[in-house]
């Protein structure tokens, strides 16, 4: 007549408390001579023993169980979950963009092709055969900006990458708290306020 043994698993930021792979090794380790299967359900792992354990070996089951417990920490879970949900803020704030001139409500993408686009012109900015006006297109193509000169185009290039190291900066930030956190109510407490 086989006999389950029920131990109630927790789930924490995607992955369950009780392994039920690294159970089952410890279990073979433990009773070399005993034939067991496990199996889950929502909330339980269950051992299943062809044979009744004696109260000796349900302590020592309860203790593989715990010590196995005890061996997980959800903190590093919380932290990935957090850093991810600061990732994917930082990432909305820069397809954003960057205003320019500054107060003037035309706003230009802080996309990876224009980024190198704007550094390619700020390398060049000097050179003779450079022409100027430059015009850069806003986000929506609403609208556009004329570089008139290296100076402008400089001041734009300023704007734009502080506005994007801004950006990242605020994220890094946030992510040195999440790191400095010990509990998973810490990381949860960190709030984004970006």
Same mark, same amino acid.
């Given at each position: 007549m086989t006999t389950d #043994?029920? %131990?109630? /698993?927790?789930? %924490? %930021?995607?992955?369950?408390? @009780?392994?039920t792979g690294e159970l089952s090794a410890a279990i073979e380790t433990q009773f070399p001579d005993k034939i067991f299967s496990s199996r889950t359900d929502n909330t339980d792992v269950i051992f299943q023993f062809d044979e +009744?354990?004696? =109260? +000796?070996?349900?302590? $020592?089951? &309860?203790?593989i169980v715990s010590d196995n417990r005890a061996s997980f920490s959800p903190v590093p879970l919380a932290k990935e979950v957090k850093f991810a949900e600061i990732d994917l803020r930082t990432t909305? @704030?820069?397809? /954003?963009?960057?205003?320019?001139?500054?107060? =003037?409500? !035309? *706003?230009? =993408? @802080?996309s990876i092709p224009s980024q190198i686009k704007l550094l390619g012109i700020e390398t060049l900015r000097n050179d003779p055969a450079m022409t100027y006006p $430059?015009?850069?297109?806003? $986000? &929506? &193509? *609403? =609208?556009s900006v004329s570089l008139l000169n290296a100076t402008w *185009?400089?001041? !734009?290039? @300023?704007? +734009?990458?502080?506005? #994007?190291?801004? %950006?990242?900066d605020s994220g890094s930030a946030l992510k040195d708290a999440v790191r400095a956190c010990t509990t998973v109510d810490e990381v949860t407490a960190i709030v984004d306020p970006r």
């Open positions: #043994y029920h %131990y109630v /698993r927790g789930l %924490y %930021y995607g992955q369950w408390d @009780l392994n +009744a354990l004696t =109260s +000796a070996e349900i302590v $020592i089951l &309860d203790q909305e @704030l820069v397809q /954003r963009g960057f205003e320019f001139p500054p107060g =003037s409500g !035309m *706003v230009f =993408s @802080l $430059i015009k850069f297109n806003t $986000i &929506d &193509d *609403v =609208s *185009v400089h001041n !734009m290039t @300023l704007v +734009a990458f502080g506005t #994007y190291r801004q %950006y990242v």
